[in-house]
T-cell receptor, first 113, second 112 residues
Framework: EAGVTQSPTHLIKTRGQQATLRCSPI?????VYWYQQALGLGLQFLLW???????NRGNFPPRFSGRQFPNYSSELNVNALELEDSALYLC????????????FGPGTRLTVT | GNSVTQMEGPVTLSEEAFLTINCTYT??????LFWYVQYPGEGLQLLLK?????DKGSNKGFEATYRKETTSFHLEKGSVQVSDSAVYFC???????????FGSGTRLSIRP
């Protein structure tokens, strides 16, 4: 069974640009979660999508947005990039069962210069 | 609200030493509890889980027991290896909540 996949592996952008990150969940999973992991810090919850809808978001500005497609894959967009957006962005998927564990992808390393 | 507190790192041990990483939680109801591991340069992997009180999760020599009376889920391993060097995250998922709550992570380094 294929795991969660993310692309690209690495992304380098300059301040003010936009970044688009992609995630494909495990087959059969309908929920996709996005997390930001800045250097030396823990996981910060960004967004949760389920069945194509945004269900919850963390304490991040509106320039962090995303969507979930009918095939349950997801896209995270970060507009007007700032230097502090440099981080590892992790995607996770889970089944719709409440309390189910999340399975993580390898992450996208975003560097903003 | 729900929260997870785990011991701060870094933790440095010699190979074959006994490991304990403490984790306590605050939650309403009966959450599921998890330990995730993140090896250098990788995403998180589920290490073990427990879904009800007194359950013991185990995997790769690691164990953790769901203790409702002390609201704890401490991670233990009897003899660590260099390959266990990683960051370990304790987490909970409440039936009434919509996302997993993670602790801040504990970095573990094992000396040969």
């Amino acid at each position: 069974e294929a795991g969660v996949t993310q692309s690209p592996t690495h992304l380098i952008k300059t301040r003010g640009q936009q970044a688009t990150l992609r995630c494909s969940p495990i087959s059969g999973h309908t929920s996709v979660y996005w997390y930001q992991q800045a250097l030396g810090l823990g996981l910060q919850f960004l967004l949760w999508y389920d069945e194509g809808e945004e269900r919850n978001r963390g304490n991040f500005p509106p320039r962090f947005s995303g969507r979930q497609f009918p095939n349950y894959s997801s896209e995270l967009n970060v507009n007007a990039l700032e230097l502090e957006d440099s981080a590892l962005y992790l995607c996770a998927s889970s089944s719709r069962d409440r309390g189910a564990e999340q399975y993580f992808g390898p992450g996208t390393r975003l560097t903003v210069t | 609200g729900n929260s997870v507190t785990q011991m701060e790192g870094p933790v440095t041990l010699s190979e074959e030493a006994f490991l304990t990483i403490n984790c306590t939680y605050t939650a309403t109801g009966y959450p599921s509890l998890f330990w995730y591991v993140q090896y250098p340069g990788e995403g998180l992997q589920l290490l073990l889980k427990a879904t009800k009180a007194d359950d013991k999760g185990s995997n790769k020599g690691f164990e953790a027991t769901y203790r409702k009376e002390t609201t704890s889920f401490h991670l233990e391993k009897g003899s660590v290896q260099v390959s266990d060097s990683a960051v370990y995250f304790c987490a909970l998922s409440s039936y009434s909540a919509s996302k997993i709550i993670f602790g801040s992570g504990t970095r573990l380094s094992i000396r040969p």
